[in-house]
């Protein structure tokens, strides 16, 4: 026997080295990623300064369970090369299992020939020194084959592991592989050598209360339909039913009340179809709902933790900016301008760093509101998707009853009368509400379509070069107020978005931000005015947004950019009622006519895509078309004076 003297320092750092492994696995358990990460380094940076080959590996292994967790499986692969290495060196028992684990590893991530190279290399260990794993290696193997479509393969892999289950007495792979073969005998048309092997498997399952037993439950009962035994599939939909609520497996119960629904179907118990039918779409609803919350939940956490760490660098920033300064000052006073010169540059370096942080800070709230829209418009295709398909098993199942009962001359003449009244009331009752889903629809699309298009990419990059422009001419001030007008008009054009109204004043401020962006950058071209009937509240006046700004932009880039002196754009809001408003804006530029030859030569073609999507919303909330009247301004001499848009808009609808 050999005896290992631990000396106590090497014992401290044996024992800091297990206590931050520990601890790292733990946190791992409990999903906190970062810092089990933190805790596991700690203990593999210590493994390095001493001999101690099973805690290295250990700890090597740790770290391959904790990317494999977050689904990073290159890095995972490293990790468990690594401890395959040290178990390599040291003859371990575990080096057949790690060769497999590496296999596992490479077919994750597409890269079969090294999946293969390490199969082959756990079979020949496991040969030798350690046949215990050879029944999860065979099942492993014929897993790998099967996802490969190489179903000759995966048959000779899963026979192997029946064989060897058998002589070592180990069947802990004898519920998937019993399954898996009884699939790939459906594949082949052998449907009662399948049903033996599914037979098999659900015996194991309930043998050991396997915690997938409501799935294998599941997938029998798929089979038996398949194969219309609707008597047995029904009872093995109900053990599904049953256990999987026993699991609270959420996902698997939707599908199992879809089957069982399906079987009652076949049994002509159709009430509880019905039931059964509507019981799984309000279970579709519910994992839709959490996935929803999920998916914005997360989105949410990395815009919340960026803007933090946005926070964060700014004061450290601030800070810097603040010394450099004092540095340039000091510099100055010497007379040493060389210096003063360098330190002004690492200033404005520093500002432009600040600067594209807080741009990507405005496009990933951009994204989160962008992400909300998309969400939303989604519910609504799912609604009217599943409204669709319950109506359409409704149809069915009535169609079937209805063939059925019909005996006598009476009768079949009473259920027709009735069957077709109630098929007249569904299918009107199923087109009213795909109408209405479908106009709830057309309304996010097109609100979502106006925040892309108010977020113009050329609009944006134009703002940017103008703010760089500023930034090299030294010009601070100018540059600051941009930048500020910019971020305002960035927020309330995101912030607005979201909402389905909006105050009116609300909506002047974002045009007035977007207008003096646009007077900045064209050196105080035009002119611009909003007049607003005094009878009209601002505060309590709701209207859709987004919904100006096109219009504005318009007359901009169509009419005063083209123009020969200076511009002048009026807006012009007045109460025609007490829920509908008229909207006139007019602009002084060079008229259609005049802009169309323009962009002609210039090859500009298309029209303004805001333009078409704001004339559409208008089209949808005032439930009419062609709201839009435009008309060509000229002056005594019967030449082109410009252009006026007017619109009525509801507040009621909006």
């Known amino acids: ?18 206590a931050y492994r520990i601890k790292g696995q ?82 994750r991530i597409g890269n079969n020939d ?35 479509k190489d179903y000759d393969r995966a048959f000779t892999a899963y026979f192997k592991t029946d064989s060897v289950m058998k002589e070592h007495k180990n069947y802990f792979q004898a519920i998937s592989v019993y399954s898996n073969l009884a699939t790939l005998f459906t594949l082949k048309g052998e449907l009662d050598t399948a049903q033996q092997y599914f037979e098999k498997s659900v015996q194991f399952a309930e043998k050991n209360n396997n915690q997938f037993l409501g799935r294998i439950y599941l997938n029998y009962a798929t089979f038996l339909i398949n194969k219309k035994e609707f008597e047995s599939a029904l009872t093995y939909a109900e053990k599904a039913i049953t256990e999987i609520n026993n699991k609270n497996d959420i996902e698997a119960l939707s599908g199992a009340m879809e089957v069982k629904a399906k079987a009652l179907v076949n049994l002509k118990q159709l009430d509880q179809a019905i039931s059964e039918y509507q019981s799984s779409l309000s279970v579709k609803d519910s994992i839709h ?103 359409i098993e409704k149809e069915m199942i009535q169609q079937k009853f209805s063939n059925k009962i019909m005996i006598s001359g009476f009768i079949i003449l009473l259920l027709f009368i009735i069957l077709g009244f109630n098929n007249y009331r569904i299918n009107t009752h199923r087109k009213n509400d795909k109408e209405k889903y479908q106009l709830q629809n057309q309304l996010i699309q097109m609100k979502l379509e106006a925040l892309r298009s108010q977020m113009n990419p050329h609009f944006i990059f134009n703002a ?21 007008k910019f971020s305002k008009l960035i927020r309330s054009i995101l912030e607005n978005s979201k909402l389905k109204e909006i105050p009116l004043e609300k909506e ?14 064209f050196d105080n ?32 880039w169509h009419g005063l950019m083209k123009k020969k002196g200076r511009g002048q754009i009026t807006i012009d809001i007045k109460a025609k009622n007490s829920d509908i408003l008229f909207v006139a804006i007019e602009d002084n530029g060079v008229g259609r006519e005049s802009a169309n030859e323009q962009n002609t030569v210039l090859h500009e073609k298309g029209k303004s895509f805001g333009m078409q999507i704001t004339a559409d919303r208008i089209n949808a909330i005032n439930k009419k078309d062609n709201n839009i009247k435009i008309i060509d301004l000229y002056d005594s001499e019967k030449k082109a004076a410009g252009t006026r848009v007017e619109f009525e808009l509801s507040t009621q609808a909006a």
Do not use: W
């Open 508 to 521: 002047i401020e974002a045009i007035q931000l977007y207008v003096d962006l646009e007077l900045l950058r």
């Open 26 to 107: 733990y946190l791992e358990r409990n999903k906190q990623f970062e810092e089990s990460k933190v805790q596991l380094e700690k203990s593999l940076a210590l493994c390095k300064t001493s001999n101690i080959p099973f805690e290295s590996y250990r700890t090597n292994l740790a770290l391959a369970n904790l990317y494999e967790n977050q689904l990073k499986f290159e890095t995972a692969i490293d990790y468990t090369l690594q401890a395959a290495e040290i178990a390599d060196k040291n003859n371990m028992s575990t080096t057949a299992s790690i060769y497999l684990r590496l296999a596992n590893g490479y077919h």
């Open 464 to 484: 940017l070069n103008s703010i760089n422009r500023y930034i090299i001419r030294n010009n601070k001030e100018t540059a600051s107020e941009y930048l500020i």
């Open 289 to 391: 709902e959490i996935l929803k919350t999920e998916s914005l939940g997360e989105l949410l956490s990395k815009y919340e933790t960026k803007k933090k760490e946005n926070e964060i660098a700014k004061l450290n920033s601030d800070k810097q900016i603040q010394k450099l300064q004092l540095e340039k000052q000091k510099a100055e006073i010497l007379g040493n301008l060389h210096l003063a010169k360098q330190k002004q540059q690492e200033i404005d370096l520093l500002n432009q760093k600040q600067l594209i942080q807080e741009l990507k800070l405005s496009q990933q709230k951009e994204a989160l509101a962008l992400k909300e829209l998309e969400t939303e418009a989604k519910d609504r295709k799912i609604i009217i998707a599943e409204q669709e398909k319950l109506l």
């Open 1 to 18: 026997m050999i005896v290992v003297y631990y000396s106590p320092k090497r014992q401290i750092i044996y024992n800091f080295k297990f």
């Open 525 to 556: 071209k035009f002119d611009f005015q909003v007049r607003i009937d005094e009878s009209i509240n601002r505060e309590n006046t709701q209207i859709p947004p987004l919904i100006l700004q096109p219009f504005v932009e318009n007359a901009i």
């Open 114 to 148: 090294n999946a293969l190279i390490y199969f082959n290399k756990s079979e020949a260990l496991s040969l030798k020194q350690h046949e215990s794993l050879l029944p999860e290696l065979y099942a492993t193997l014929g897993n790998f084959y099967q996802t490969n």
